[in-house]
């Protein structure tokens, strides 16, 4: 089959799906209220699906490597963090965490702050190993969910419970002001992304070729991973952190389609992504009627597909 | 042509490369030589911008290397390593395009898929042109990246150990090839080499290093000398002259 109409028929699923979200059981009496509740849901779904996505791809690309995601960098971990600490300096009636705007803007700052960080100390080395940084973003991400769960044990009963419902990726409390903040947002990033694509093409090749054919690797690497903190932020803050779906996903789409190319690629674990966070969500809400939540049964899937590519050797 | 005046590499307290100065003509065949540690690899990236300069200067047509364009050095100067992974499955015609990305950014044109052909039939790989890399032999994807930098059509040539791994059949066709592109082309091509005999029979200089220092460097049988490579290699060395090409033995 063709890549066009593998993503002719991700496009069609996703559809389909975005379709019985907003379409069951809509008339005329409800339709209003509804809508209302339903257009963001399936929005919040589609956007952090294009930036989970597309962020794991870059960031696969420019580290070689096909098992790495940015949650490895201790992304997910400093988000648990970042809302964690506000709860706890500020209590969990703040404004700073229940004003959505300010709670995104507070992650998203804390997040690029990171990575900024993360990627200056790395640059600025004389050694620029891409493992060093990788190994240092997961030791990070270990000692900020150590205190973060810390944090949550000396945390008022009252509190965590608003805490907690920002730190598991859920659909059903979208913040709605978000999503329409959040899509503008993707949309230049992934623009800015797309841009690249040529470019990352040739990051298949190893860097000292890549170099060889007058591509500032450097500057490029530092573009990708900005791109992807903050694709990443968006999606976290968004829907929660998802550990496992942009390892499934990428590698899903590196299987499923031919090309190498990331105009190709992009758009199709774009797709990908949507379409299977569209039909997780729809099988968790008719067919297990809530009785799980889509990130357990990404991570259970996640986990196995891992494992077996661990045990097929695929891991390159 | 491109000179190299003192370039010279640290890694911590101790010089890997001390004050090189080589130059390497258009036209020419230049084989670098010497025994592990020597510094070639170290001296060849330095000259390719693959990695930086403790001290010295690179000139390139007269430019100093640090005041190219590196979009615009892609078109005259290519550099092969010796290691190349490669995580995604490729066909040959489809590596071989990416050396045109300096000229096309990834958008081909008729007239890249005529030096895009004219590579492939070059180096005779027109039977293997759709098959996948990791489908093919060690020499034929070294003739692949070959071809590569063929495409990339620069003047100068930087490969970094191109037999490495290959067998006498390989060896051979891959150093006739360097030969050609050197004589039918004009490229100024700079190989990295640990096999004296085919530095010797395939070269028209020869740059020999030892502990970072350029310890011998001109014609072939300037440096094809048993007292040369003795103090090189540290080993007894007997030269025998066989057609005309000094062959060397040290079994």
């Not at chain 2, 067998?167 to 150093?175: A, E, F, R, V």
């Amino acid at each position: 089959m063709q890549d066009r109409s593998k993503l002719l028929i991700l496009l069609f699923i996703a559809v389909v799906f975005a379709g019985l979200f907003i379409g069951v059981g809509l008339n005329a009496d409800n339709y209003q209220y509804f809508l209302s509740r339903r257009v963001p849901k399936v929005v919040a779904m589609i956007l952090a699906g294009i930036a989970i996505g597309q962020s794991a791809l870059a960031f696969q690309t420019i580290t070689n490597n096909r098992i790495l995601t940015p949650s490895i960098m201790g992304f997910d971990a400093l988000y648990i963090f970042t809302q964690t600490l506000v709860v706890v300096l500020f209590g969990g009636l703040s404004s700073y965490v229940l004003n959505d705007y300010l709670n995104f803007s507070i992650s998203v700052a804390v997040m690029l702050a990171f990575s900024m960080l993360l990627f200056s100390f790395y640059f600025n080395s004389n050694k620029q190993n891409l493992m060093v940084l990788l190994l240092l973003g997961v030791i990070l991400g270990q000692l900020f969910g150590s205190i973060s769960s810390f944090l949550t044990m000396l945390m008022d009963p009252n509190d965590f419970a608003t805490l907690q419902q920002s730190l598991f990726a859920s659909f059903n409390n979208i913040k709605v002001e978000l999503v329409y903040l959040c899509a503008p947002l993707l949309f230049v990033i992934s623009a800015l992304l797309f841009r690249l694509n040529r470019v990352l093409d040739v990051f298949w090749l190893d860097k000292d070729n890549a170099t060889s054919l007058g591509i500032d690797v450097k500057k490029v690497t530092m573009q990708v991973l900005v791109l992807s903190a903050c694709l990443i932020a968006i999606s976290t803050a968004l829907v929660g952190p998802i550990l496992f779906f942009g390892l499934l996903v990428t590698n899903l789409a590196r299987e499923m389609l031919r090309s190498y190319q990331h105009r190709v690629l992009l758009f199709g674990v774009s797709l990908l992504s949507v379409s299977s966070l569209l039909a997780g969500q729809w099988v968790v809400e008719n067919i297990f009627g809530f009785s799980t939540t889509l990130s357990v049964v990404i991570n259970f899937i996640g986990g196995i597909y891992f494992l077996s590519m661990l045990l097929r050797n695929k891991i390159v | 042509m491109i000179k190299l005046e003192k370039l010279t590499k640290f890694f911590g307290h101790s010089v890997v490369v001390n004050k090189a100065s080589v130059e390497f003509e258009k036209g020419e065949v230049t084989s670098i030589i010497g025994p592990n540690g020597a510094g070639k690899s170290t001296l060849l990236s330095m000259a390719s911008r693959l990695i930086s300069k403790d001290e010295g200067q690179v000139f390139i047509d007269c430019k100093e290397i640090a005041e190219w364009d590196s979009k615009e050095l892609a078109k005259r100067l290519a550099v092969l390593r010796q290691a190349n992974s490669i995580t995604m499955r490729f066909t040959v015609r489809e590596m071989i395009a990416f050396g045109r990305f300096p000229y096309s950014q990834g958008k081909l044109t008729q007239q890249d898929q005529t030096i895009i052909n004219q590579a492939i039939e070059y180096l005779d790989l027109v039977a293997i042109q759709d098959k996948y890399l990791d489908e093919l032999s060690g020499g034929q994807r070294q003739l692949a990246f070959i071809a590569m930098v063929i495409a990339q059509d620069t003047d100068y040539v930087f490969l970094d150990e191109p037999l490495n791994n290959l067998d006498i059949k390989h060896s051979l066709q891959i150093m006739r090839n360097i030969g050609r592109l050197a004589r039918e082309m004009n490229k100024a091509v700079v190989v990295v080499i640990h096999d004296i005999n085919f530095a010797s029979c395939y070269s028209n200089k020869i740059i020999a290093l030892k502990k970072g220092q350029v310890v011998a460097q001109g014609e072939v049988n300037d440096v094809i000398q048993a007292h040369v490579l003795e103090s090189i290699y540290e080993t007894p060395f007997h030269i025998i002259e066989l057609n005309g090409k000094r062959m060397c033995t040290y079994y």
